[in-house]
């Protein structure tokens, strides 16, 4: 699949969010997923704002082990921080130079092996929801066009956000605190993730790649898939498909080839 393909496909996929088992942890996470693959950035995340000073990352849910040691401090400071403020896109900036008012996160980030920090904001016109933070450690920054395509996911995502059957109020305390209710299912999932990885004996990223898998394969929220993990110890059971009398006397009637 082409680059502009793949562009192409995530637009559609981060505006299928009319469905009856949306789930907004799962979307978000193949946000990010999409930014990893398309952009060629080392990680992605997502923040999300809740009505007071504090910020939360829901996606991705199974992140690297550098990407988790920088997390915490990116909610507190650095590029994606700015850009929720500012409602305006961080330009990709070399952490050797980062501002000064970044320097927890500089040296977090710093240490882990990033290079190179930008993000965009989750917006529609004067909301903001969040942003989302780009992240690699080669030697060059993500391009300002890619970050002009990581915009319009973001933008795209947003009004998906909005639009979606589970948030259906356009003003932006009564969407982040539905987001905020949707950001426990990530706890859960941590949890689900080590139960699993234990039962099955494989690492943390398999057992959450069975998780995901599982709950799109089978149309199950990733939280219900989760919380099965951790109350049985494994995956749940596809769901029955009921069939109908006629449709079953209607298979009995048909003739045999």
Known sequence: MSREDKIAQTFVELADTLVADFDVIDFLQQLTVRCRDIFAVTDAAVVLAYPGPQMYSPAPCDPSPALSKV????????????????????????????????????????????????AVPLRLRKETLGSLLLLRATDSPVPLDDLTVAQAFADAATIGLIHARTLRHTDTDTVNENLHSALHSRILIEQAKGFLAAGRDVSLEAAFDLMHEHARCHHLMLSTVAQNAIDAGDLPRPPTVVRHPVEDASAEDAPAE
Do not use: I, K, M
């Open 71 to 118: 997390l915490d401090v990116a909610l507190r400071e650095g590029p994606a921080v700015d850009a929720y403020r500012t409602a305006e896109a961080v330009t990709p900036g070399d952490l050797s130079h980062a501002p000064a008012d970044w320097e927890n996160f500089t040296a977090q980030a710093r240490g882990v092996g990033y290079t190179y920090a930008c």
